[in-house]
T-cell receptor
Framework: SQKIEQNSEALNIQEGKTATLTCNYT??????LQWYRQDPGRGPVFLLL?????KEKRKERLKVTFDTTLKQSLFHITASQPADSATYLC???????????FGSGTRLSIRP | ETGVTQTPRHLVMGMTNKKSLKCEQH?????MYWYKQSAKKPLELMFV???????ENNSVPSRFSPECPNSSHLFLHLHTLQPEDSALYLC???????????FGEGSRLTVL
């Protein structure tokens, strides 16, 4: 079965630095990969989607890369702010299936 | 009015009770999902409905019974639950299983 690993359960970063989160998967490469943000007691909120034929996607201070050879996605937040503190979830989607599989998330803390 | 609304937000029930969780989406999407989120575990997909037909049933115990009367509403009927069923139950919707999921805020369930 497909496994998704997000680099660490928690990551602490100094404000202003770039936060880098990792998502690794085994077995089959997904048709697309998504990143979500989840705040405590709230539902996840979609941030970015990158397809298997794309190397990089950007949105404001966010950047996602997708390396199907390494079976890895990196999620970067540049000029990080305390308001970026949250849990970030990686999710894989397959074109032939109706399910999206989630990783267990990385809890990011940005200290002032 | 938010895109995906879940009620109740909090529910405490005994093991012999029968209750239901409700989800309503105002986005015109044609697919709806139930996910279970337990502490320190990835989101687990429970059920997927596409055009009001169930297309995925992820080996969920029969004490959880979904219902999708139309494309905007989704229910999760609960009966004779176990304490380990205590979790955050998240409803989501999407268009055609091909992109982002829009989540509700979740229903926090506690089974005594």
């Amino acid at each position: 079965s497909q496994k998704i690993e997000q680099n660490s359960e928690a990551l602490n970063i100094q404000e202003g630095k770039t936060a880098t989160l990792t998502c690794n998967y085994t077995n089959y490469s997904p048709a697309y990969l998504q990143w979500y943000r989840q705040d405590p007691g709230r539902g996840p909120v979609f941030l970015l989607l990158i397809r298997e034929n794309e190397k990089e996607k950007r949105k404001e201070r966010l950047k996602v890369t997708f390396d199907t050879t390494l079976k890895q996605s990196l999620f970067h937040i540049t000029a990080s702010q305390p308001a970026d503190s949250a849990t970030y979830l990686c999710a894989l989607g397959y074109s032939s299936a109706s399910k999206i599989i989630f990783g267990s998330g990385t809890r990011l803390s940005i200290r002032p | 009015e938010t895109g995906v609304t879940q009620t109740p937000r909090h529910l405490v029930m005994g093991m012999t009770n029968k209750k239901s969780l409700k989800c309503e989406q105002h986005l015109g999407h044609n697919a709806m999902y139930w996910y279970k989120q337990s502490a320190k575990k990835p989101l687990e997909l429970m059920f997927v409905y596409s055009l009001e037909e169930r297309v995925e049933n992820n080996s969920v115990p029969s004490r959880f019974s979904p219902e999708c009367p139309n494309s905007s509403h989704l229910f999760l009927h609960l009966h004779t639950l176990q304490p380990e069923d205590s979790a955050l139950y998240l409803c989501a919707s999407s268009q055609d299983h091909t992109g982002e999921l829009f989540f509700g805020e979740g229903s926090r369930l506690t089974v005594l």
